[in-house]
């Protein structure tokens, strides 16, 4: 009996194996037959041929899949069915999402609606699911309860209020720090001097110049000698335009330079001429209890 029953599953594998293979192998020859077909140009047959390999795309592999799905996006495109493009992209993301084309292969209609698919998954990826709203229990209410107030007895001058000075934002950020060493933290680097004294605004503005026109100057810098390398490659028309560019380059990256050693400059003059030597006294008003009873006296203070 169970020689039978081993006999039996042997000759069911028998019979499905060779199914399975055909099927796949038959999926695989009419994805190659359509990858054919596109490059020829021949898209009406390229769209046949992979929609017969989507029928069966369960017995392909994954990497097999994201070819069926985009050259069928890609041949949709041609015939100008972007809905139909848009949900195989879809398909593909949803296999990959890290998928990318390539811009010099794929005509701009195509990154178009590769582009509004990723948005789309990412629109989906970025909404939160909504979460359900605990309910709010009623807090009683306080019990009024009253109390008895003894008298205080009056000192002889009780402050009703304290006085509380408001920060000065131009004020030094420790004693001994003045123009001086100021200047030199800026001459380290544009508006450090100014971080320093607690202008943290006016350092910003400073490193934020400084920073920029180098960048800028680096990266002309590096234009022009792209442009000077191709001049001796160059055809005598061509050459012409190139040495333009260069010199072109060349111009901007000294006015960059030339920013950038104004604001140098001028971010140690401003930190030596503007940097407050040492924190300005504020008077404040305190109201006090007049101990006689006539009311309440103002009182100065500095601070």
């Known amino acids: 009996m169970r020689v039978r029953s081993v006999a039996v599953i042997v000759l069911v594998l028998a019979v499905l194996i060779p199914q399975l293979g055909f099927a796949q192998s038959k999926e695989r020859a009419a994805a190659r037959a359509g990858l054919e077909a596109y490059n020829a140009g021949d898209y009406a047959l390229a769209m046949k041929k992979f929609k017969e390999a989507e029928s069966g795309a369960d017995g392909l592999q994954t990497t097999e899949r994201l070819l069926v799905y985009k050259y069928l996006a890609y041949c949709e495109i041609a015939f100008g069915k972007k809905a139909e493009a848009k949900a195989h992209f879809l398909q593909a993301l949803e296999l990959d999402p890290n998928l990318k084309l390539d811009a010099t292969l794929v005509s701009p209609k195509v990154l178009v609606v590769f582009e509004e698919a990723k948005a789309a998954v990412a629109a989906a990826a970025a909404t939160p699911a909504p979460t359900p709203t605990p309910a709010i229990a009623a807090t009683p209410k306080p019990t009024p309860t009253s109390v008895a107030i003894a008298p ?93 560019q260069a010199k072109s380059f060349s111009s901007q990256r000294d006015m960059m330079l030339g920013l950038f050693a104004l604001t140098w400059a001028g971010s140690v003059g401003e930190a030596y001429l503007r940097t407050p030597t040492s924190r300005p006294r504020r008077v404040g008003v305190a109201p006090m209890v007049d101990p006689s009873g006539g009311g309440s006296v103002l009182v100065f203070a500095e601070f």
């Open 152 to 244: 205080t007895p009056t000192p002889g001058a009780t402050p009703i209020g304290a006085v509380t000075p408001r920060p000065t934002p131009e004020a030094p950020s420790g004693p001994g720090f003045g123009r001086g060493k100021a200047a030199m933290y800026s001459a380290m680097a544009p508006g450090l001097g100014q971080f320093m004294s607690g202008r943290k605004v006016t350092g910003g503005v400073f490193a934020g110049a400084a920073v920029t026109s180098l960048v800028g100057a680096v990266y002309m810098n590096s234009q022009a000698a792209t442009a000077e390398s191709y001049i001796d490659k160059a055809g005598p028309e061509e050459r012409s335009k190139m040495y333009g």
